[in-house]
């Protein structure tokens, strides 16, 4: 079966503060892709980042990092130095590369973070 | 990245009425669009994939004859919600790519049936 588990639902920082959402993902697909997506108030998914099975190096985008563990089928997201406007709900999600697997996406509960000034 | 655009963002509407959303891929072709559904403080939730020139695949639980999809170009797919209720009030959204591996977004629709 495929899954995506966000453990956390609910997160609260203090600005500055790191901090890091968990995802643990499940399938026995070989070739599949993780994702990561920002959901603010308005609604729309903001796409971050982009993961396929076959890369494991972790990615630094700003204040923004990956942590992508194949062995523990983890891909985590941390924020560094978090501000208020990084309030939002945080998606982890899945993409099957297999036959009738055509850009369908399992999703995580997600995590809505809050960072209160 | 390519571009989904979703039309309208928001729709008020009566029960009993329905409703047609659209998803246009605006810089490339594609295939296969899907719908997902968002209640408040939940996740997305597939409904069904969107087949041009075929028939809509719908996921278990989704009734296909009150969620009609059409995908009658390689640009354009379209939702209807048939006879709305108030319980069909939810954040509809789709998705779209050129290619098997990305997912691209449109940006949502907000139902409320009064």
């Known amino acids: 079966a495929q899954k995506v588990t966000q453990a956390q639902t609910e997160i609260s920082v203090v600005e500055k503060e790191d901090v890091t959402l968990d995802c643990v993902y499940e399938?026995?697909?070989?070739?599949?892709?993780l994702f990561w997506y920002k959901q603010p108030p308005s609604g729309e998914l903001v796409f971050l980042i982009r993961r396929n099975s076959f890369d494991e190096q972790n990615e630094i985008s700003g204040r923004y990092s990956w942590n992508f563990q194949k062995s523990t089928s983890s891909f985590n997201f941390t924020i560094t130095a978090s501000q208020v406007v990084d309030s939002a709900v945080y998606f982890c999600?899945?993409?099957?590369?297999?036959?009738?697997?055509?850009?369908?996406?399992?999703f995580g509960q997600g995590t809505t973070l809050q960072v209160k000034p | 990245g390519a571009v989904v655009s979703q039309h309208p963002s928001w729709v008020i509407c009566k029960s009993g009425t329905s409703v047609k959303i659209e998803c246009r891929s605006l810089d490339f072709q594609a295939t296969t669009m899907f719908w997902y559904r968002q209640f408040p403080k939940q996740s997305l939730m597939l409904m069904a994939t969107s087949n041009e020139g075929s028939k809509a695949t719908y996921e278990q639980g989704v009734e296909k004859d009150k969620f009609l999809i059409n995908h009658a170009s390689l640009t354009l797919s379209t939702l209807t919600v048939t006879s709305a209720h108030p319980e069909d009030s939810s954040f509809y959204i789709c998705?779209?790519?050129?290619?098997?591996?990305?997912?691209?977004f449109g940006q949502g629709t907000r139902l409320t049936v009064v």
């Open positions: 999600a899945l993409l099957l590369h297999g036959s009738g697997n055509t850009g369908k996406l399992i």
């Open positions: 399938t026995r697909d070989t070739t599949y892709y």
């Open positions: 998705s779209a790519s050129p290619t098997r591996t990305e997912a691209f």
